[in-house]
């Protein structure tokens, strides 16, 4: 099936804004002002990092969440409940263990209704279609990962849906399993009895996005935005070593470091921990990307990096997020540069890089310098790490709260600016250290 950006829209997303209620009773914004059409015969992809809001989009369109504000159509009329053109494939397969194969590609046909004749057999139908005959009465703790997930093809396909949602599909597979499960995708789509009219699926790895897509949104973080729309016109099946779809990636790599970075690489002293939160990683981590790109001449394409290190874009983007707030990177599009100071940390000695990364964080990360300024400004030189956790709260979850300050903590004693300690849950200045940012 080739894509028809002119089919008829299927479900449509107007002015949609998605707020929860964080542990303080503040509101968390996590998608903001989402504008969105998805039409018959074409493969979306909503592709973004963690915190881009992108599964909680797709459960809007599934109907399983209603929107702060804004409104969710489907076939011309708001959505009110349980979209009931929709059929969701889940990354943790989400099957009944006490059930086989066949029961649970029932599931969905039994609550609705389906006389158990019928059930029967549109369920063998949808097993076979994806391949999984002769496993219909096996459960799942007999079936490897990928027999599981595609039994969650078979429960969602077996419904017929317009829209077949996916979340996060292979990210729970191996690298294979996942490839073949892709390519099966495929083929399906292309099949002229294939019953869905579209499928949307959630992901954070660019070259599956560029793969199975027709269309992909690209969504920025905190909160979720559409950023921007790329067209992938390339004939199936797709060649990955072809020159237009390795452009393909290279493009919205740019588009998902351009935007982030040029808000955390910067930061000034009037940035706030809310407005640039830690990334999420390790100063091991970062140390061993700086040298990575050390190793290859200062300069790396990012793209080419992840396909060497088997990551993906979650595993990635933290680090180099982490290293250009630091001021030891600079993100051009998809490549990476490392800076003066970046090279400077990667080649000094232990006690010089802590030196030069304590400056640094003092600087450029808000937080570490929120926690040296409340230091300072105790008489004792110290404070209770529940009163800056209390303070994170009022801009993030509570797991994100205590992320953030555990983050805060390990930058600051690799900096050796500050201490915890477990036993008083006080967070102490370290006495050598000066804690003003320069």
């Known amino acids: 099936?080739?894509?028809?950006?002119?089919?008829?829209?299927?479900?449509?997303?107007?002015?949609?804004?998605?707020?929860?209620?964080?542990?303080?009773?503040?509101?968390?914004?996590?998608?903001?002002?989402?504008?969105?059409?998805?039409?018959?015969?074409?493969?979306?992809?909503?592709?973004?990092?963690?915190?881009?809001?992108?599964?909680?989009?797709?459960?809007?369109?599934?109907?399983?969440?209603?929107?702060?504000?804004?409104?969710?159509?489907?076939?011309?009329?708001?959505?009110?409940?349980?979209?009931?053109?929709?059929?969701?494939?889940?990354?943790?397969?989400?099957?009944?263990?006490?059930?086989?194969?066949?029961?649970?590609?029932?599931?969905?046909?039994?609550?609705?209704?389906?006389?158990?004749?019928?059930?029967?057999?549109r369920a063998l139908e949808a097993i076979d279609r994806i391949g999984l005959d002769g496993f219909e009465s096996a459960y799942p703790k007999e079936l490897s990962g990928g027999m599981r997930q595609r039994v969650g093809f078979a429960r969602a396909l077996v419904l017929e849906p317009d829209l077949l949602l996916m979340d996060e599909p292979f990210s729970a597979l191996d690298v294979l399993t996942a490839e073949n499960l892709r390519t099966e995708l495929v083929n399906l789509w292309s099949a002229k009895d294939f019953p869905t009219k579209c499928v949307c699926i959630v992901t954070h790895n660019i070259e599956e996005a560029v793969q199975l897509a027709d269309r992909v949104l690209v969504l920025s973080s905190n909160p979720g935005r559409i950023i921007a729309e790329v067209d992938v016109a390339q004939p199936r099946p797709r060649n990955r070593r072809a020159p237009g779809f390795q452009a393909l990636v290279d493009e919205i790599y740019g588009l998902l470091t351009g935007r982030d970075t040029e808000t955390t690489a910067t930061p000034d002293e009037t940035s706030t921990p809310f407005a640039v939160p830690l990334p999420d990683a390790s100063v091991g981590g970062i140390a061993g990307l700086l040298e990575l790109v050390s190793g290859n001449a200062g300069r790396a394409d990012l793209p080419v990096v992840a396909d060497e290190l088997n990551f993906e874009l979650d595993d990635l983007m933290p680090l180099v997020d982490a290293a250009a707030l630091l001021g030891f990177l600079l993100v051009d599009a998809g490549d990476v540069m490392l800076t003066t100071v970046g090279a400077n940390f990667t080649h000094a000695d232990i006690q010089a890089s802590k030196a030069i990364f304590a400056t640094q964080a003092r600087r450029r990360a808000p937080l570490v310098r929120t926690v040296c300024s409340a230091l300072i400004g105790s008489g004792d030189h110290s404070v209770r790490a529940d009163f800056i956790l209390d303070l994170l709260k009022r801009g993030f979850s509570d797991e994100d709260a205590r992320r953030q300050l555990q983050l805060a903590i390990e930058w600051g004693r690799y900096g050796e600016l500050f201490d915890y300690d477990t036993d008083s849950g006080r967070i102490t200045a370290d006495p050598a250290a000066d804690l003003r940012a320069g």
């Open 1 to 121: 099936m080739t894509s028809v950006t002119t089919g008829e829209t299927l479900i449509e997303l107007r002015a949609i804004d998605m707020s929860f209620t964080g542990a303080s009773g503040e509101p968390l914004t996590v998608l903001d002002r989402v504008n969105l059409r998805l039409r018959e015969g074409e493969i979306v992809a909503l592709l973004g990092r963690s915190g881009s809001g992108k599964s909680t989009l797709l459960r809007l369109i599934a109907g399983l969440l209603a929107p702060t504000s804004g409104q969710v159509i489907y076939r011309d009329r708001p959505l009110r409940g349980t979209n009931p053109g929709a059929a969701l494939v889940f990354q943790s397969f989400a099957l009944m263990p006490w059930l086989s194969v066949q029961d649970n590609v029932e599931l969905g046909l039994a609550a609705r209704g389906v006389a158990p004749a019928l059930r029967r057999r």
